[in-house]
Structure formats: structure tokens, C-alpha cells
């Protein structure tokens, strides 16, 4: 009797087939959610992982730069400064973007300069590559004669060069 009052019960409570549909329908969203949540998750995941990879590639450009200074010489009655260099890292494209020139509280930044070969014509692409020497020449900068000064170097990626010269 009591089996029969049971199966009874279950058969003919449509109550208890709703239960059933919510909870397929609750595990179903719930396993969508967690494939949403995943997707983004790696998507977000490789996002990082590139930008990371960019900017360790870049900063290990920017580390395998090597400029030499070899010479920095003041014309003192053209108001001229050439500064001699050697690109001796092993990466290509070594880009100049500013030079800095100072002395004291003297700071004179310079982004209009000729990068040039030393028998005088200008570079075309603008760069130095792996064991090319060219000349910075700068115009129309007075300085002191006989006085020390600082030079700083900035590449397009960032990597500084300093040296000091005497005009």
C-alpha cells in the first residue's frame, strides 16, 4: 500500500517534473556561464601574454643598442658641433631622436639635427645599422669656449648614451 501510495505520488505530481526541467535548465546555464566565463578568461589571458611579449621585445631591442661616441668637436666661429658615431650593438635601425647638450644649468635639447656619413652625405634612411659610422652635426649653438660639457643621446626606443667633450 505504501508502495503504491508512492508511486502514485510521483507519477501523477507534475510538481516533481518541474523540479526536474529547473534544475536541467539551472545546470545548463550554469555550465554556459562557466564556458562564457572561460572563453573571456583565455581571451584576457592572451591579450597579457602578447603585450608582455611586445615589450619584452622591445626592451631587449632598445638593451642590444650600442652607440660609441668616438669624437664630439665645437666649431666655435661656425657654432657648430659634430659628434662622431659608431653603431657597434648588434641590432639594425639605431634611430636618433634627441640630443641633449649641457652645462650646468645650461640644458640646450635638440631635435633638428643632419645624421650624416663621414665623407658628408646625409644618411638616407636616417639611421645607423650594425657597424655604420655616421656624424651628428648640429648648427647654430653657441657655447663657451675652453667650458666642458655634457652630450646625452636618445634612440627612437628609448636607449641613453652620454659622453663629455671640452669646446
Known amino acids: 500500500m505504501l508502495v503504491r501510495r508512492i508511486s502514485k505520488t510521483i ?3 507534475k510538481k516533481a517534473e518541474s523540479y526536474v526541467i529547473s534544475a536541467v535548465i539551472l545546470a545548463g546555464v550554469s555550465i554556459a556561464l562557466g564556458f562564457a566565463v572561460l572563453a573571456w578568461a583565455q581571451g584576457r589571458s592572451s591579450a597579457y601574454t602578447q603585450e608582455y611579449s611586445e615589450t619584452m621585445n622591445a626592451e631587449t631591442a632598445k638593451l642590444r643598442e650600442r652607440l660609441a661616441v668616438e669624437y664630439i668637436v665645437y666649431d666655435e666661429s661656425a657654432h657648430k658641433i659634430w659628434i662622431y658615431l659608431l653603431n657597434w650593438g648588434t641590432i639594425n635601425d639605431v634611430e636618433i631622436q634627441t640630443v641633449h647638450v649641457r652645462k650646468g644649468t645650461l640644458h640646450l635639447t635638440t631635435s ?29 649653438i653657441d657655447l663657451d669656449d675652453g667650458d666642458y660639457y655634457y652630450v646625452r643621446i636618445v634612440t627612437v626606443r628609448g636607449a641613453v648614451f652620454d659622453s663629455t667633450f671640452v669646446a
Do not use: Q, V
Open 11 to 13: 507519477f501523477n505530481n
Open 112 to 140: 633638428t639635427f643632419t645624421l650624416s656619413f663621414f665623407n658628408g652625405t646625409l644618411i638616407p634612411d636616417e639611421d645607423l645599422d650594425i657597424g655604420e659610422e655616421g656624424y651628428i652635426l648640429i648648427s647654430s
